[in-house]
């Protein structure tokens, strides 16, 4: 048995790179695919915010608990959601201030680093 190894949605290879490209690298494009077709919509920053917690980072969440998580793999994705958030554009709230819940002024935006 050469090939890589499915176990529970995820995917076993024999190298650590093998892994990381198919577990982490296919789910960024869907995330990134999921935003194009999101930005022709033209969200508020609630609803944007509502996009990136729940149909992309669930996409991420289980492979990131279930594998060691490489750092460029979560500043990737924190770009892709702030790029997403802000149009391109510069961050006008800080992160800090996004991740807090909804009721001490935040959007409780997933935290990928914690």
Known sequence: MDGPIHILGLIICKTEVESIKYNFEIRIR???????????RHLSL??????????TASILVYSCNALDTPENIIKETDKIFCEFLWNGGVNKIARNTM???IEQG???LIDMTS
């Open 30 to 40: 869907k995330i990134r695919t999921i935003f194009n077709m999101w930005k022709q």
């Open 46 to 55: 609630k609803g944007k915010g509502t996009v990136i917690n729940s149909p």
């Open 99 to 101: 991740i807090k819940q």
């Open 106 to 108: 935040g959007l409780k």
